[in-house]
Nanobody
């Protein structure tokens, strides 16, 4: 049974930073694309960032480019999302996701993940 467990969410002021972590267990994740989605109140869940199994390819949605950075530690089965220059509109529940694929583009739609984490709340105050 695959489990994805997020941590690192919290309350931060606008302009601040947070780093989210997602620890994966119950499988071999070397050939999985890992990524982050978010869902704000009253809005649809959206893809934020994704990273290939090797870490060599990444994807970011336009609204976070230049502010967020995704990375992974294959040995630790952990993926990270470093979030800088946070804005109130980044407030959402952030979900870790995984899909068995070699293509980053395969994890950019809500229906694509094979596995989801339980989510972690990120709140950015103005």
């Amino acid at each position: 049974q695959v489990h994805l467990v997020e941590s690192g969410g919290g309350l931060v002021q606008a302009g601040g930073s947070l780093r989210l972590s997602c620890a994966a267990s119950g499988g071999t994740f070397s050939y999985y694309v890992m990524g982050w989605f978010r869902q704000a109140p009253g809005k649809e869940r959206e893809s934020v960032a994704a990273i290939s199994w090797s870490g060599g390819n990444t994807y970011y949605t336009d609204s976070v480019k230049g502010r967020f950075a995704i990375s992974r530690d294959i040995a630790k089965n952990t993926v990270y999302l470093q979030m800088n220059s946070l804005k109130p509109e980044d407030t959402a529940v952030y979900y870790c996701a995984a899909k068995r694929s070699v293509y980053v583009s395969s994890l950019t739609t809500v229906g694509s993940p094979d596995y989801w984490g339980q989510g972690t709340q990120v709140t950015v105050s103005s």
